[in-house]
């Protein structure tokens, strides 16, 4: 499966791929600045799924049965949290 990449999140495109997946962003399937409906659908006529932070068209793909992923900047502090834990573990919260 083929991973449409939210305006966003354009730069992750060689990280992804490098990771084996085929990407392709936003602005290579000339949607930039497309209305979020019409993003969501041409993931799912072109059997995409959506990586995005917003949370519009993450709602729509979930009404309208597309996969997506929602990156949260929740999401994101609990990850670089674990990560500075992890590399510094001797480094305390105030």
């Known amino acids: 499966m083929k991973l ?3 305006e966003m999140y354009a730069g992750l495109k060689e990280y ?16 930039q600045g497309a209305k979020d409906k019409d993003i969501v659908e041409y993931a799912k ?3 995409m799924l959506l990586v995005t932070q ?9 009404l309208t049965g597309v996969k997506y992923v929602l ?3 929740a999401m994101i502090a609990k990850i670089a949290d674990e990560k ?11």
């Open 45 to 47: 006529k072109n059997n």
């Open 71 to 73: 990156i949260s900047n």
């Open 16 to 31: 992804f791929e490098t990771l084996g997946w085929t990407a392709v962003t936003v602005q290579d399937a000339g949607l």
């Open 84 to 94: 500075i834990r992890e590399k510094y573990p001797s480094i305390t919260q105030k």
């Open 4 to 6: 449409l990449l939210d």
């Open 54 to 62: 917003d949370q519009k068209p993450a709602d729509i793909a979930e």
